[in-house]
């Protein structure tokens, strides 16, 4: 069974800033690996994805994302932070030989981005 | 761009009542999905499905809930008598065969009374 894990439920950070969000993964199988944002009131949007391939992963917004196998991490970066990047960001997995392929989701990191 | 889309936005019922929450997937997409998220949790997989038939479902998901597919286009989640605990935000899903995305609808809010 896979698990994910968010390790900083909020985020405060200072517009332009750097800002990384930290996502652990625990599963016995190779799994793709998600990062979505939710804005307030809004469904979910994929900013990025790790398949297979380089380990560094640039996504919508400005984003990206490292896999690091060894620590089983996937931790979601970005250089300089804007007001209209304030939102829920959820980190997933999906199984790859579930050919259903659910997503597990983390508990979420709020991102709260102040002028 | 086509997207998934869900209604109502907004649902308020009572205890013991059934509802129906409503989504229309993507056109060319065949794998639908159903998660939920209660209020200040994490999203929660209920439910896949693929070729009319569930290929897999949550401990969640029990003799309460079903879906279906009733025609080409609608996917739905009917909860047979809810309970207060069934209050969150649903969110549909779909993806194409093959592909490894999985493109969210805006969710509705089920309220519980």
């Known amino acids: 069974a896979q698990s994910v894990t968010q390790l900083d439920s909020q985020v405060p950070v200072f517009e332009e800033a750097p800002v990384e969000l930290r996502c652990n993964y625990s599963?016995?199988?190779?799994?793709?690996l998600f990062w979505y944002v939710q804005y307030p009131n809004q469904g979910l949007q994929l900013l990025l994805k790790?398949?297979?391939?380089?380990?560094l992963v640039k996504g919508i917004n400005g984003f990206e994302a490292e896999f690091n196998k060894s620590q089983t991490s996937f931790h979601l970066r970005k250089p300089s932070v804007h007001i209209s990047d304030t939102a829920e960001y959820f980190c997933a997995v999906s199984d790859l030989g579930n050919q259903g392929g659910k997503l597990i989701f983390g508990q979420g990191t709020e991102l709260s981005v102040k002028p | 761009e086509p997207e998934v889309t869900q209604t109502p936005s907004h649902q308020v019922t009572q205890m013991g009542q059934e509802v129906i929450l409503r989504c229309v997937p993507i056109?060319?997409?065949?794998?639908f999905y159903w998660y939920r998220q209660i209020l200040g949790q994490k999203v929660e997989f209920l439910v896949s499905?693929?070729?009319?038939?569930?290929?897999?479902k949550s401990e969640i998901f029990d003799d309460q809930f079903s879906v279906e597919r009733p025609d080409g286009s609608n996917f739905t989640l009917k909860i047979r008598s809810t309970k207060l605990e069934d209050s969150a935000m649903y969110f549909c899903?779909?993806?194409?065969?093959?592909?490894?995305?999985?493109?969210f609808g805006p969710g509705t809010r089920l309220t519980v009374l």
């Open positions: 899903a779909s993806r194409v065969a093959g592909g490894n995305e999985q493109f």
């Open positions: 790790y398949l297979s391939g380089s380990t």
């Open positions: 599963s016995s199988v190779s799994v793709y």
């Open positions: 056109s060319n997409h065949l794998y």
């Open positions: 499905f693929y070729n009319n038939e569930i290929s897999e």
